[in-house]
């Protein structure tokens, strides 16, 4: 199961027509088909029943949105966490570095200066 078969699928349910759902998901109508077909064939059923221009989501595919939700929720929140964690790594390698330099900071307002010096030369 990849990504962006998910993400088709869910636009897929959210404007139930496979041409809008392409168009919003920036890839061609027969990409976004084999990538629903695709994710119908790895989870064992049909996501949708296909009548003309019409498609409508079935019991199964109602299942399936709402788990397929979560795991683009879950995905997300993941992604924030690895971005914020960098950062803060990239912030600590920082402070790491200016503690070690030997540059002494000072505080404003009535707080003495502040070395940082750590006794390693």
Same mark, same amino acid.
């Not at 168009?23 to 989870?43: D, F, I």
């Given at each position: ?7 088709y699928?869910?636009?897929?349910? %959210? *404007? $139930? ?6 168009e919003?998901?920036? =890839?061609?109508?027969? !990409? ?6 695709? +994710? ?5 059923g049909? $996501?949708? @029943?296909?009548?003309?221009? /019409?498609?409508? &989501?079935?019991?199964?595919?109602? $299942? ?5 939700? /979560? =795991?683009? %929720? /879950? *995905?997300? *929140?993941?992604?924030? !966490?690895a971005?914020?964690?960098?950062k +803060?790594? !990239?912030a600590?390698?920082a402070i790491?570095a200016v503690? @070690?330099?030997? &540059?002494r =900071? /000072?505080?404003?307002?009535? &707080?003495?200066? +502040?070395?940082?010096? *750590?006794?390693? @030369?």
């Amino acid at each position: 199961m990849e990504m962006h078969e998910i993400k088709y699928f869910l636009a897929a349910c %959210r *404007t $139930l027509n496979f041409h809008r759902a392409a168009e919003l998901s920036h =890839v061609s109508q027969p !990409a976004l088909t084999r990538a629903v077909q695709k +994710l119908e064939a790895e989870l064992g059923g049909h $996501l949708f @029943h296909r009548e003309h221009n /019409q498609i409508r &989501v079935t019991d199964f595919g109602r $299942l399936m949105r709402s788990h397929l939700e /979560q =795991v683009l %929720r /879950q *995905t997300d *929140t993941a992604k924030v !966490a690895a971005q914020g964690f960098l950062k +803060l790594e !990239a912030a600590s390698a920082a402070i790491f570095a200016v503690m @070690h330099s030997g &540059v002494r =900071v /000072q505080r404003c307002g009535n &707080v003495r200066p +502040l070395s940082l010096r *750590t006794g390693l @030369h």
